[in-house]
């Protein structure tokens, strides 16, 4: 099973940019859809975006479309958040995951269809 830990988050003021990283080991993610996930504090945790094995498709919520762009890199066994024009409502645990699922649409994969998870990254977006 592969392991994922995430990196990159940090305290950043409104209309500010983050990018996160997520880097595999244990096996190679050219077999894996990758998602992104968050938790605000008190809520559930929710899709972000998801990206298919080869990077080909990517999928994001309404709240950040236009706003986040997720990626991969295989070759490094590493996945990317890059997050810009950021709100206070981003304010997160920000989480990646992989499935071995296939789908066509990935957003359609329920994350409790995900059984790897990193351990989580914060994001605080604040003045």
């Known amino acids: 099973q592969v392991q994922l830990v995430e990196s990159g988050g940090g305290l950043v003021q409104p209309g500010g940019s983050l990018r996160l990283s997520c880097v595999a080991s244990?096996?190679?993610?050219?077999?894996?859809?990758m998602g992104w996930f968050r938790q605000a504090p008190g809520k559930e945790r929710k899709g972000v975006s998801c990206?298919?094995?080869?990077?080909?498709?990517?999928n994001y919520a309404g709240s950040v479309e236009g706003r986040f762009t997720v990626s991969r890199d295989n070759a490094k066994s590493t996945l990317y958040l890059q997050m810009n024009n950021l709100k206070p409502e981003d304010t997160a645990v920000y989480y990646c995951?992989?499935?071995?699922?296939?789908?066509?649409?990935?957003?359609?994969?329920?994350?409790?269809?995900?059984?790897?998870w990193g351990q989580g990254t914060q994001v605080t977006v604040s003045s």
């Open positions: 995951a992989a499935t071995t699922l296939r789908a066509e649409v990935c957003s359609t994969i329920s994350q409790y269809e995900y059984a790897s």
């Open positions: 244990g096996a190679t993610l050219d077999d894996y859809i």
């Open positions: 990206i298919s094995s080869g990077g080909g498709s990517t």
